[in-house]
């Protein structure tokens, strides 16, 4: 009976848009990942966490296809990128977005050339036509029609942040990588991203998997957190990762800023009637 119950519950679980399994990651002897695992199902925001020097980045361009593990398996919806060539690959790399920390916007183009970069890429269009799918995305990511003839240099750290988002959902994925998408914020600009990717992965369908330090990002946008501890994974829901014992997690979730930003997320969840 209790296999029944076992078999039934991971039966109704979402499919897995990430599956990593073993992933052994190493530079000379250093070692960064061993034997680590990490699932990801659609539609849920998964927030990715660790210390410095953990391997955040390194699990993230893994899972990209930009960098060779030494071992282990990556699955993207089924399909294991790391028996794939460069053109298998390639087709993978179309199916995603992806924003890095800093925006990694061209200097010397236009937000609006920014944005239509992948679609030029893979796709054979007019220019109008370029410009015009560019222009929806724009307003999408709530920046105002007259951004987009400006360059990185013209805008505010949020703006580069909606842009690069922007030119991420170009391809129209269903699965979207950030990377630390509020570092650098100010409070307010940070917030209003968070509600900005809540407000897209419901729109979209958006499976996301993020990169962050910012718990007032985790508390409020991230469905299951992964954290990256002693060269594996510990994931789960944040009230499971918060029964963990591991003192890191420990010091991460319970120090007194997280108590702080975790107390005011469940507190205004009650009076919204969430």
Known sequence: MAEN????????????????????????????????????????????????????????????????????????????????????????KRSYGVTFQHGALFSALTVSQNVQLPLAEYCDLPSQVLESLALQKIRLVGLDDSA??????????GMIKRASLARALILDPQLLFLDEPTSGLDPIAAAAFDDLLLYLQKSLQLTVVMITHDLDSIFRTCNRVGVIVDRRMISGTLPEVLKEEHPWIREYFHGPRAGAVRDAVLSSSVSSGV
């Open 5 to 92: 119950n076992a078999n039934l519950m991971e039966s109704t679980k979402p499919p897995l848009m990430v599956s990593v399994r073993g992933l052994v990651n190493r530079f000379g002897q250093q070692t960064v990942h061993d034997d680590l695992a990490m699932d990801v199902y659609r539609g849920e925001i998964f927030g990715l966490i660790g210390g410095s020097g953990t391997g955040k980045s390194v699990l993230l361009r893994s899972i990209l296809g930009l960098r060779s593990p030494q071992s282990g398996s990556i699955e993207i919806e089924g399909r294991d990128i790391t028996q794939m060539n460069r053109a298998q690959l390639l087709k993978v």
């Open 148 to 157: 987009a003839d400006k360059f990185p240099s013209q805008l505010s750290g």
